[in-house]
């Protein structure tokens, strides 16, 4: 599913981001990325997700060589992949029903589809009530929950979270991380970029630890 191969990321100014990355990620796999603020977490699910491309080395996700993937291409490659950011990114001047829509919008699907598929979503996320809320009405657990489900509203292979749980108090960021478990569960793919360490270790999955770019550990329990 996503195979990384002497990966290297260096941004313009000579920052290496990523050193000579070899890893696998399964499909239908959960793993925890670990590492220090800056240790090249977020550069790697940005790679995946096709935000950046590498520099060095080869990316394969999904039987794709993402260097070498035409500009063409890549909205259809990131309809499989769902992405969920710390600071949720909801547009603020659209309800939650609308939030969550959007990317099926910008596909073009009909518009009975895009209702069908965004009360799933918020189904699944217990929000199935606020659809017409602001996200300014709601609280920071709800609002990640409707970053979750604007993720999850392509039933994408590969699910990528940055940081999901990091503005959230311990039952809350637990919670959230069920809510991966359960999607986990049904063969989504998802790499969980996380400080909390008391989670990774409640739920035993694999971590998969960065230190200055490099990874230095891949222990599966």
């Known amino acids: 599913m996503i195979e990384c191969r002497h990966l290297g990321k260096r941004y313009p100014g000579g920052h290496e981001a990523l050193l000579d990355i070899n890893l696998s990620v399964a499909r239908g796999e959960l793993a925890f990325l670990t590492g220090h603020s800056g240790a090249g977490k977020s550069t790697l699910l940005k790679l995946i997700a096709l935000l950046e491309r590498p520099t060095r080395g080869s990316l394969r996700v999904n039987g ?3 260097a070498r993937l035409p500009a063409a291409a890549v909205p259809d490659y990131r309809r499989h992949i769902g992405i969920i950011f710390q600071d949720h990114r909801l547009l603020a001047d659209r309800n939650v029903f609308e939030n969550v829509a959007l990317p099926l919008r910008i596909t073009g699907m009909a518009e009975p589809q ?3 598929r965004v009360r799933a979503a918020l189904d699944k996320v217990g929000l199935l009530g606020r659809e ?6 709601l609280s920071a657990g709800q609002q990640q929950r409707v970053g979750i489900a604007r993720a999850i509203v392509n039933r994408p292979a590969i699910l990528l979270a940055d940081e999901p ?4 108090d311990p039952d809350l960021s637990r ?4 809510l991966f478990l359960d999607f986990n569960r049904v063969g989504v793919t998802a790499i969980i970029a996380t400080h909390d ?3 990774i270790d409640e739920f035993g999955r694999r971590r998969l630890h960065l230190e200055g770019g490099r990874l230095v550990e891949d222990d599966l329990p």
């Open 64 to 66: 794709h060589e993402v």
């Open 114 to 116: 895009v209702a069908k």
């Open 132 to 137: 017409h809320s602001r996200p300014a009405a």
């Open 165 to 168: 749980t990091g503005n959230l």
């Open 175 to 178: 919670e959230i991380m069920r």
């Open 197 to 199: 360490h008391a989670l």
